[in-house]
């Protein structure tokens, strides 16, 4: 008898033990929450600045209902939740009639924010917002948001998480068609699901390591529970390494893909930037060297944005400017996702069985590599076409289509626009296929920062299976990091969860 009181004791001093480490934890989270907590109603102009026909001011926070009640003239029943209503919008103080608009309740909890809140739709000019937004700062308990503080709040209320807010963010910049659908795929949680799956497995990982730790002595873990998460552990590594392995398609549809124009002087480089960006954007010059700094420009290609990039004539050079000018041109081909490769389609051998040694020649002299990954980020331009005798022009064309062992060769002319759908068809193709189709196949990453926390994830989780049958503890801390690192990228991770776990799967304590 006093022995299993004895046994009782220790083992609910040691479930006891492990609830207090965790609760320290969970303590110091609901201190962080309850600091963010803003008691104080924000209010802001939310649908951009400018004359417009109708402009939008949203409010959100508990003196919502007096703004609504005191602006609208309600002073019994609140309109029905998001309803619109045609009201004067009035000055609380002096009475003065503002505006007549729309209203809009949306009561907490079913709200953007979680909170209550209110929206005014009102004429655009600015001297109606002006008097609409001075009359809801004369309230009290009302000050101007701050920069994205309405999604901070929808974020802290559960109704966002961290990858849906950056997906938010990505769709209102988004300036293509697929940039727009990446970041509404994002948005919807795609994203967030994948990784929640992944912080959900790791929870239970961690929970059952850090259960064995404590109470195996008292045979209250099963047996083969190690196991199950020497396996769990391994597939998520998996996993995780193939999400890695994606070839930063997201990131380079969410920030533009990178196109350098690069070759020789007077090949035509200014001319193409000029004709794809549709207007002079370089200048254009028959004397050699007329570029000497890197001009930029952002193009829609198909729906995927572009940082289009002219480039210094590569040529041996004296000229102190023109030699920095082809530094700089060498370093922004070989940072480059994509390069055209431009050459004088003059320049070209007459005798056309030496045309494909002629163009490997050049390209080694543009690409730092002249095989495998490089020539196939590579397209070749054979400008100036217009200036071929016709014959020579079709019979070179056929000699391209049966080159092999080089990049897609598009024969073009700047001056007539000669060969110019076929190029931008090659171009579309090699954007598309470096930044995906993205709504197809699995979400990809968009952020370096979450490259990074994955990253960190996968060395975590390989510090578990070092230390696994070295030190249970150490493992169980590779484990605690990896959950750490994708908490950093949700926003959400909490140690009560895993208590939850603990208690769900084994009874611990009864």
């Known amino acids: 008898m006093l022995l299993r009181s004895i046994c009782h004791w220790v083992r609910r001093t040691s479930v006891q033990g492990f609830m207090t480490r ?30 417009c026909g109708v402009a939008v001011i949203r409010v959100s926070g508990p ?34 009639v503002l505006d007549r608009g729309l209203v809009l309740w949306f009561p907490g909890p079913n709200s953007f924010t979680g909170e209550d809140s209110l929206e005014f739709h009102i004429h655009g000019g600015p001297a109606v917002i002006t008097a609409v937004l001075q009359a809801l700062g004369s309230m009290p308990g009302m000050r101007p948001a701050e920069a994205g503080e309405f999604t901070r709040r929808a974020f802290q209320a559960g109704k966002l998480g961290l990858t849906e807010v950056e997906g938010l963010g990505d769709l209102i910049h ?9 970041a509404l795929r994002q948005m919807s949680g795609e994203l967030g699901q994948l990784y929640q799956d992944w912080t959900d497995r790791l929870k239970r990982c961690l929970a059952h390591v850090e259960a064995f730790i404590d109470f195996s002595e008292d045979e ?33 549809l969410r920030s533009g893909v990178q196109v350098v ?18 207007r002079p954007a370089a200048i254009v010059s028959p004397i050699a ?23 210094a004539g590569l040529r041996d050079s004296m000229d102190l400017v023109e030699k920095e000018g082809i530094r700089r041109a060498r370093e922004r081909v070989e940072q480059a996702d994509l390069t055209l490769l431009v050459v004088d389609s003059t320049q070209l051998p007459v005798n ?72 931008l068809k090659a171009l579309h193709r090699s954007v598309k296929t470096l930044c995906g189709d993205p709504l197809s196949d699995a979400p990809t990453l968009t952020q370096a920062r979450h490259r990074a926390h994955i990253q960190q994830c996968v060395s975590a989780l390989h510090q578990y299976a ?36 603990i208690f769900k799967d084994f009874c611990i304590g009864k």
């Open 22 to 51: 965790f609760t320290r934890q969970l303590c110091s989270r609901k201190r962080l929450h309850t600091g963010l907590a803003d008691a104080e109603t924000i209010f802001t102009l939310s649908s951009g600045h400018g004359r």
């Open 63 to 96: 003196a919502s209902e007096t703004a609504l009640r005191c602006m609208a003239g309600l002073t019994r029943s609140l309109p029905p939740p998001r309803t619109a209503m045609l009201r004067s919008i009035t000055d609380p103080q002096s009475k003065e």
């Open 174 to 182: 988004a300036e293509t068609e697929a940039q727009r659908r990446q």
């Open 220 to 252: 209250l873990i099963e047996d083969g529970v190690l196991e199950q998460v020497d396996g769990s552990v391994d597939g998520l590594r998996s996993e995780m390494a193939r999400h890695l392995q994606d070839e930063r398609r997201g990131e380079r």
């Open 261 to 278: 124009i690069a070759g020789a002087t007077n090949a035509g480089k200014s001319s193409l930037l000029n004709t794809l960006c549709q």
């Open 289 to 311: 060297g007329t570029t000497r700094d890197v001009v930029e420009t952002a193009l829609d290609v198909g729906g995927f944005p572009v940082l289009l990039s002219d480039t």
């Open 352 to 423: 056309n069985q030496q045309l494909k040694s002629f163009l490997q020649q050049h390209l080694s002299t543009v690409l730092p590599s002249s095989e495998g990954q490089m020539v196939r980020r590579c397209l070749l331009i054979l400008n100036k076409a217009d200036l071929l005798p016709g014959e020579h022009r079709l019979q070179l064309r056929m000699e391209l289509g049966r080159l092999s062992g080089l990049p897609p060769v598009s024969l073009i002319s700047c001056h007539t626009s000669d060969g110019l759908q076929d190029f």
């Open 466 to 501: 070092q230390y696994r049958d070295l030190d249970l503890a150490l493992a169980a801390e590779g484990v605690r990091l990896a959950l750490t690192s994708l908490g950093r990228i949700t926003g959400r991770v909490g140690a009560e969860e895993i208590l939850d776990i």
